[in-house]
């Protein structure tokens, strides 16, 4: 059973995942694994995974050929859905058990079939099978903050290059996701306005780091981006959660998906990318009051982070990014960019 | 010249140093030289470097070979001496220039000696290096924190690899710094002990995540590591500011250095790591009252980073660490390793 530990001084909780060491390609020391003969992701090879959890197939049975989009149980799994919480102290430390889930979202039956490259129905069924799986993992009491996310590379810490989103469901809410809420909710505190509604209307104004925008979303280069050619992908509609998205605003998402990851793939060559899906934790009975404004002063978002510069000792010790190219040059870059 | 943004939602603060784009080596791109027939570290390449700030040499003028340590301005900095501070809003967002220093500390003329192969003496002259930079940058009342560092290796952030540690030293306490400061401290406040000293003590009465121990310092693996082998090294004596180290102690951190990497080293095969100083913020008039309790509160200590694993999609989005190798695992390997 992993294990999650709190560090006494910063509160933020690791989880110690010794299962995931037994991996058979430990993350960060081999290569990726690019052929599809043993790729167990691959449409014929459903065997090789956990039954799944939830699937979009145009014609065969469970676990059989003619699926599009499969979710599966992680076979090595992070936390564990398994058992009841226990928390504990251990000496002046404090610990809990790994409860909680960790699933992978298959995008598509073909080895070489990125997600920009899918139509857009089928990347509107990859961000269905997340709002889906979502709903479901919420029902669970225990959980309390649900990641959806995909590791693209080598360096961004994908072990299998066949193209897969992950979720994880945490039992507790992660510091970095407590720091962003109360970020704004301090923010709308103070102005009686949504920190997000500010941000898009300014990018909508200023226009110099929009990469796209349609309908329902606005692309652009964040204004303290950390990375060169970092994204955020922002609904314009308010709504602190990613499940409550409606059918419209998905295809609006997956054009969007599709035309910002396929100039940032042109533009650099397919670079090693982490995605990452913020949307507000699980609100039961419990912390309601706490997060009780959320649907005010949140809203979900995506976050890209091409991995083209390595975080190193200034950025671990502090926190504060060097990033040398202005958001302002890669969103002209990628705008203007003919796909 | 650089420039600072601030993140509306985190507070976090990066740097925007289009100057650093125009290196020789794109950090992350190309592999580290190791041949030394170019490396302006050198000796006898001293004309490559700016000109030295601070050095410990048993011959030669200055400039000139005879050097051992040799402290330089940074050619290619991340943030600049020069100019007054200067904050201004930027529509809804915050911006300042980017003002602050950016030095290295050349630990050697020998371009493959690593510093846990130098003698416990040069390891304390390397670390005398870094009190007396920090000492003369505290005269400049403009500078809030300053962090020495060191990155081993590519993937690291290492562009060069001829043995060095960095200092920078920024307009603003950075937040997670801050963070740190405020955990320590309401621990403090709940408890009145000093967080670090109860760390020392479980560590010493639990013994299963020591590495090393001398007369005043302990080297351990901390409770929620959040990489394979992730260490700690933390002084016996109360003091929040490095700079406040005495002689003896100089030489106590300099044997705990030298034993630590060097078991690091054995064990990992050289492995590549970010080395980070965490020491107290400056504190001059305007922040005085905010930072009054740190002297009790908060201690001076070092945190070495192997880097084995690559932070992926989750780590970005949470924070929350994955760590297949429970740190008493890590530690008992290291601690029984003969060197």
Chains 1, 2 share one sequence.
Not at 76 to 83: D, S, Y
Not at 242 to 257: F, K, M, P, R, V
């Amino acid at each position: 059973m992993p294990e999650l530990r709190q560090d006494l001084v910063t509160e933020r909780w690791v989880i110690i995942a010794t299962e995931r060491a037994r991996r058979p390609t430990e993350a960060g020391c081999e290569p990726v694994k690019s052929e599809d003969s043993n790729c167990p992701f691959c449409a014929g090879h459903e065997a090789q995974t956990p039954p799944e959890i939830w699937v979009a197939r145009s014609s065969g049975g469970p676990n059989q050929p003619g699926w599009k989009v499969r979710v599966v149980a992680n076979r090595f799994p992070a936390l564990r859905v398994e058992g009841q919480i226990d928390r504990e102290g251990d000496g002046i430390y404090d610990r809990m058990n790994g409860i909680g889930a960790h699933e992978v979202i298959i995008e598509t039956p073909d080895h070489k079939t990125e997600l920009e490259d899918q139509p857009v129905e089928g990347i509107a069924t990859v961000m269905t099978a997340c709002k889906e799986r979502m709903l479901d993992l919420l029902r669970d009491e225990r959980l309390r903050y649900i990641l959806m996310f995909k590791n693209v590379g080598r360096q961004a810490g994908a072990s299998l290059s066949h193209p897969h989103g992950q979720i994880i469901a945490t039992p507790i809410t992660p510091s970095r996701v407590k720091r962003k809420l109360e970020g704004a909710r301090e923010y709308y505190r103070r102005k009686e306005r949504c920190v997000f509604h500010d941000i898009l209307r300014q990018e909508q104004r200023d226009g110099r780091r929009t990469v796209y925008e349609n309908g329902g979303f606005l692309s652009f280069c964040p204004y303290a981006a950390r990375f060169p050619f970092e994204l955020c992908i922002l609904p314009k509609r308010q709504a602190a959660d990613y499940h409550a998205i409606t059918g419209e605003e998905i295809n609006q998402l997956a054009d969007a998906l599709k035309i910002t990851l396929k100039k940032l793939a042109l533009a650099l060559n397919r670079p090693q990318y982490n995605l990452i899906l913020h949307t507000a934790p699980a609100r039961r009975a419990r912390r309601r009051d706490y997060w009780d404004t959320l649907d005010q002063d949140f809203r979900w978002h995506i976050e890209i982070l091409p991995r083209l510069t390595e975080p190193a000792g200034f950025e671990w010790g502090t926190g504060f990014y060097i990033n040398p190219t202005p958001p302002e040059e890669s969103a002209q870059y990628l705008r203007e960019l003919t796909i």
